[in-house]
């Protein structure tokens, strides 16, 4: 009986067994079912198209080719509708995108670059709607933004419309791009941007960028309804002035790049909105005057400021006052001589970062540094720049200085991948000869970098030791 019992479980368990194997079979047919979609066609058949299968779709690039070949490898798609994760068209003749060219395909990221593409016909793009979600048109011949194309994309999440020949971003020009999060502009002939260009995506956009094109002033009536915006770059146009208010509206505003304009002074309150600015560069202009009140505003979020390859003649001090969370502060390449008792009182102790580099620094009051406590340790790179450095605690060693015999700064050998201490850095492998008549490199020894650094390890002498702190320099 209890064997009979037993045996009974055990054809039970094979029975359970069984059905198990059975649907976990169905399971896999379903699975190459779903994967089965995922092949790719005969490459005789796709050509001149290459297709390869990805986890999450086809990745489908068609190279050097034109819009008659192009038509017909993806017409070998189109009844077996695979999920298109990429199509990459590169290097293509493809002047004008006609309707419906691809209808019934699933295209999720679509790029068309370098291939002439100088028009989108209203419905060629209209069949992508529910799938696309990246639009990359960048390196074509599009003189203006083709928003009649693209107002079905109510997916669509990024699009890249750089190195275009776009002169004007009309009213609108997004309108139906509900979804998009980052639209790039960049290296186009943009002059003018009417008021309402962005309306309909001022909700979701969080990147935009605007770099290398012509405006001659912040575009502020367009701007004021970003007010979701965290990144706005506009570097590399040709802005002469801002004025208080250009950038109101942009209340999220988290990074803000005005490099490389033509900007010559920093007005009072002219960030003021953006108080939860984090990094603000303004490097690369022809500022001079900085307003005591420029950075009003930004106390409490601004931690990256850069300012270098400007004329400004002297530590912005007051401005820079407030700024109680600084920590990154980039003055390199200006013409700064004089650094005053106060210079970094009250913000210095939380700069970790500091670049005074390639100024004209001839006077530096002995105390200076104090204020800057919380210099990180940063490692020095091995360079021509830093020769002078042995020399110099050669010197103080030559007086006795009690600092010198204690500090062994060292510096990191990146074609080695060593580090070395800098009385001892492989001058004969670091090809240094020759240099000294470089501006940016030898002579430096003789001005103020020389003196700045006798007196910083002077200073440090008198200052708290455990947290030494070490000037940044640059290698370029
Ligand atoms: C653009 O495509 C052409 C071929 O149509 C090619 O010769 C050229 O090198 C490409 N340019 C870039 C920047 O890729
Ligand atoms: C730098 O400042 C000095 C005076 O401090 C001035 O004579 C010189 O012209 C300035 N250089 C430039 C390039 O503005």
């Known amino acids: 009986m209890l064997s009979d019992g037993v045996e009974r479980l055990f054809s039970l368990a094979s029975l359970l067994g069984l059905l198990l194997l059975i649907s976990s079979n ?55 509708s695979p999920i298109i994760f990429y199509l990459k068209l590169r290097h293509n003749n493809l002047p004008k995108l006609q309707g419906f060219v691809f209808l019934a395909l699933d295209i999720r990221h679509l790029t068309i670059h370098n291939s002439s593409l100088a ?125 208080e208010g250009d950038f109101a509206g942009l209340e999220n505003l988290d990074s803000l790049i005005l490099a490389h304009n033509m900007i010559t002074a920093v007005p009072a309150n002219v960030f003021s909105h953006l108080t939860l600015l984090n990094s603000l560069e303004l490097e690369g202009n022809k500022i001079v005057n900085i307003d005591k009140d420029a950075f009003k505003g930004l106390e409490e979020n601004l931690q990256y400021l850069r300012l270098g390859d400007n004329n400004i003649h002297a530590i912005p001090s007051e401005a820079l006052r407030p700024l109680h969370r600084l920590r990154h502060l980039d003055l390199r390449n200006n013409n700064i001589s004089v650094i005053n008792d106060d210079a970094f009182t009250g913000y210095g102790d939380s700069l970790t970062f500091l670049n005074l580099q390639k100024n004209d620094i001839k006077i530096l009051p002995s105390m200076i540094f104090e204020n800057l406590n919380s210099l990180e340790n ?65 002579n430096l020894l003789d001005n103020g970098v020389l003196l700045m650094w006798t007196l910083l390890l002077v200073v440090l002498g008198t200052v708290n030791m455990h947290d030494v702190m070490m000037m940044f320099l640059c290698t370029f």
């Not at 198209?49 to 190279?63: A, F, P, Q, R, S």
């Not at 962005?198 to 094109?213: M, T």
């Not at 940063?378 to 042995?390: D, G, H, K, M, Q």
């Open 26 to 80: 169905a399971i896999l047919v379903l699975g190459q079912q779903q994967a089965q979609q995922q092949v790719c066609p005969e490459q005789n058949v796709i050509a001149p198209c290459i297709c390869t299968v990805k986890k999450n779709g086809l990745d489908i690039l068609c190279e050097t080719t034109d819009l008659v070949h192009i038509t017909k490898s993806l017409g070998t798609l189109k009844d077996k």
């Open 119 to 243: 028009a989108i016909e209203e419905s060629a793009l209209s069949s992508l709607g529910k799938g696309l979600t990246q639009l990359d048109v960048s390196l074509n011949q599009m003189k203006t933004v083709p928003s009649l194309a693209l107002k079905h994309l109510f997916h669509l999440l990024i699009l890249n419309l750089n190195h275009n020949k776009i002169t004007v971003l009309h009213n609108n020009a997004f309108d139906g791009l509900d979804t998009l999060e980052i639209l790039t502009l960049y290296e186009n002939k943009i002059n003018t941007i009417e008021p309402e260009a962005f309306r309909g995506i001022e909700k979701k956009l969080k990147r935009l960028n605007l770099g290398g094109n012509e405006l001659t002033a912040v575009p502020q009536k367009a701007l004021s309804i970003l007010d979701n915006l965290k990144k706005l770059e506009v570097q590399e146009n040709k802005i002469k002035t801002i004025r």
């Open 378 to 442: 940063n490692p020095l790179v091995c360079s021509c720049e830093l020769t002078w450095f042995p020399k110099l605690l050669q010197e103080l060693k030559n007086r006795d200085d009690e600092m010198a015999q204690k500090k062994k700064p060292v510096c990191h050998m990146s074609v080695e991948n060593r580090e070395y201490y800098v009385q001892a850095m492989p001058l004969e492998k670091m090809h240094c000869a020759g240099l000294q008549t470089d501006g940016a490199g030898l």
